[in-house]
């Protein structure tokens, strides 16, 4: 059983990271002062997060606290740690890592990447940039204790840390099969640095650290150790279920829906547009029952009609199958159709849907009887949350995107959404 021990050196990072943990439905604790724990303390969560408040500390009184805080975790019962730095790179960062790996004894690599996409603090080129401007110009850095004359990570730790520092630059950082082999050639006591720009980074860089399958520490402001937790936790989190409708057959979207499928389980039906041609009463039957199986053994389910090049139907074959040039329309009703033999199966069950394709969510709505949707907050520009209003499903909470809009990330950051509005 795995169980995470996250050291800050300061109690807002701490509480930072646990936001962060909470908006993937992750449960942790933040310890306000470690001495009120003991061995005999019983944490029942799955992820505690202990602030050390040692940012400003001397070098060797900051390495003399986080030793101690990490025996105190191991004597919790934690098996994976990661320590949680400033976004700035204020702190005895690598004096503090430093402290965990002589700690651990075992563990003999740290692994860094510090960037927080959403907050614009990102790595490139060894560089840490905040909103584009580098670390060392910032006002944060010119009026703090801490002075650096360099944005470059690698330098910064290097000063600090008594391991080799390595840099692993963006070009390795987009391809997993090139990630794995930096992971593979990472000497023994080594601090790697890695660069990262977007949320897709953070995730592929969890994966290929995982997949790697050797002991380290992550250090990083949340995002990497966020995505770690939640891979290695997430069979075992209860989420509330929610259906995910997939309309849009844009090549963005298949992106979309294949990021957010690394993030979650989610057991995927697709409905088959050709077999809707010559049997369509019978395709909506069997994958309405196919999805209200998977509801009742799973958290999210989703529906589709494409999920491969091969699935998409050109107009000029839609009117060879005899749709005519009522295609989509008749497409999206099918769809529709679906989800209202769903709900109707399942009405106590599913909590929440996600819908992407405007034409999808009106042919939706307007199966479930309803006459509108009551729109209640923008979750990315061109995404609303809201919840259906008027008929049997009243209420239903919802978020719509368009099939056109967003990022590689998107779909997910409207799930999150969705699933922090319903509750766990």
Request: contains cysteine.
């Amino acid at each position: 059983m795995v169980k995470i021990g996250v050291i800050a050196d300061d109690l807002t990072g701490a509480n930072a990271l646990g936001a962060l943990l909470s908006k993937r439905g992750l449960s942790s604790v933040s310890v306000l002062d470690p001495s009120l724990l003991s061995e005999r303390s019983q944490v029942k969560r799955d992820i505690i997060v202990i602030s050390t408040s040692s940012r400003y500390l001397p070098p060797q009184e900051a390495y003399a606290k986080v030793s101690e805080t990490f025996r105190l975790l191991l004597s919790l019962g934690c098996n994976f740690f990661s320590k949680r730095i400033d976004t700035t790179l204020r702190g005895s960062i690598g004096h503090e890592v430093d402290a965990m790996l002589d700690s651990s004894g075992e563990i003999k690599h740290a692994i860094m990447v510090p960037v927080f996409p959403a907050a614009g603090r990102i790595c490139l080129g060894g560089h840490v940039l905040v909103n584009s401007i580098p670390l060392d110009e910032t006002e944060v850095i010119r009026e703090s204790v801490f002075r650096f004359n360099t944005s470059n990570a690698v330098k910064i730790i290097g000063s600090q840390t008594k391991r080799k520092v390595i840099h692993i630059p963006y070009d390795i950082v987009r391809s997993e099969e090139s990630l794995l082999e930096a992971f593979n050639s990472l000497p023994e006591e080594s601090f790697a640095v890695f660069d990262a720009v977007t949320d897709a980074d953070v995730d592929r860089i969890a994966t290929i650290s995982l997949k790697w399958g050797r002991p380290f520490i992550p250090v990083d402001p949340g995002p990497f150790t966020a995505s770690l937790a939640s891979k290695k936790l997430g069979g075992r989190i209860v989420f509330p279920k929610i259906l995910i409708v997939i309309g849009s057959v844009t090549e963005l979207i298949r992106k979309q829906v294949e990021y957010l499928s690394r993030s979650y389980d989610i057991k995927w039906i697709k409905l088959d547009v050709r077999k809707l041609a010559s049997s369509p009463e019978e395709e909506i039957m069997v994958k309405s029952d196919k999805v209200s199986e998977f509801v009742k053994l799973h958290s999210f389910i989703g529906l589709t009609t494409v999920q491969s090049e091969d699935d998409v139907v050109s107009p000029e074959e839609a009117e060879r199958l005899g749709f005519g040039k009522g295609f989509y329309s008749k497409v999206n009703e099918a769809i529709g159709a679906v989800v209202l033999r769903v709900l109707k199966e399942n009405k106590d069950l599913i909590k929440g849907i996600y819908v992407s394709g405007g034409d999808t969510v009106t042919a939706i709505v307007k199966g479930l009887g309803a006459y509108g949707i009551s729109v209640k907050d923008e979750v990315y520009p061109l995404a609303a949350f809201g919840s259906v209003v008027g008929g049997e499903f009243d209420g239903l909470p919802l978020v719509t995107k368009g099939g056109l809009v967003g990022k590689e990330d998107t779909i997910k950051v409207c799930v999150d959404y969705l699933l922090r509005s319903i509750g766990r």
